[in-house]
């Protein structure tokens, strides 16, 4: 009876009674015994770890340079090239020169701007321009195409074309000698960015096109050329409207003499 009122409160307190002094000394030799085993384990884990982290690491730098390839070749997929060309025809009954930029590559180029010098001073379009190289005194007609933002892979733009003898010279001089400039910035799809001018021919790489502020060619006119600038593909003759010019200086006197 007495026993059973011993064990009553080992069982309801944990069910179970406390381990003897020789079971523990047992549960401690085998830890100890597993102990010995640590360092083969440890060198074990890290033999076939090692390789493991090592191949992951290959696995994800595969995977880098094989998505890197992918981007590259879809950059060079969709590469544009622009050329500035420049044509004489002197065949004709009228003479007549024309530059155009023309995409020699396999994607879009996106023009984020042009810039035209002549004798390194910034014009304003291409009226003005050949007005400067003819003095103002020009004989002859002039066409010019506005530059879109975007030109296509093979298409071709004529920037400019004037006939008659007067102009046609002026502007033929000027290239020949190498007094007019052309630059274009632009980029393609991918944000990649180069800057093309002529003479001399040259194309470099751009982080990304400079804004080159009030030297855009065509912004409005400048202060010495009051025309307006003609819509795109438009056809400017120059000789009548110099030929208005005299009119209105000479309106006067006219009246003064019909009054007498």
């Not at 060198?43 to 094989?66: D, H, R």
């Not at 004798?119 to 400067?132: E, F, H, K, L």
């Not at 000789?239 to 006197?253: S, V």
Request: with cysteine; aromatic share 6%.
């Amino acid at each position: 009876m007495q026993t059973e009122d011993n064990d009553t409160p080992l069982k309801a307190a944990g069910g179970n009674p406390p381990p003897t002094p020789m079971q523990l000394e047992h549960v401690l030799e085998r830890v100890m015994r597993w102990m010995k085993f640590m360092p083969i384990m440890a060198a074990a884990n890290l033999i076939v770890g090692v390789p493991a982290f090592a191949i992951s690491i290959f696995v994800a730098y595969a995977a880098f340079e094989q998505a890197d390839a992918t981007r590259k070749m879809q950059e060079a997929a969709a590469w544009p090239s622009l050329a500035i060309h420049v044509s004489f025809n002197n065949a004709s009954p009228v003479q007549r020169v024309a530059v155009s930029l023309e995409n020699d590559g396999l994607g879009p180029a996106l023009v984020e701007s042009m810039r035209v010098e002549l004798d390194g001073r910034a014009m304003n379009d291409w009226p003005s321009t050949v007005r400067a190289l003819a003095g103002g005194a020009l004989d002859g007609s002039l066409s010019r195409t506005d530059l879109d933002h975007v030109v296509k892979p093979g298409e071709a733009i004529e920037l400019v074309r004037v006939e008659g003898d007067n102009v046609q010279a002026a502007l033929s001089k000027a290239i020949a000698n190498e007094r007019i400039k052309i630059g274009i910035c632009y980029c393609s799809i991918y944000e990649k960015c180069w800057l093309h001018s002529a003479p001399p021919v040259e194309t470099t790489a751009q982080n990304q096109c400079p804004d080159i502020g009030e030297e855009q060619f065509g912004r409005e006119p400048a202060p010495y050329f009051e025309e307006a600038t003609p819509p795109s593909n438009s056809v400017e003759s120059v000789a009548p409207e110099q030929g208005k010019e005299r009119d209105t200086e000479q309106g006067p006197e006219k009246t003064q003499e019909k009054a007498q």
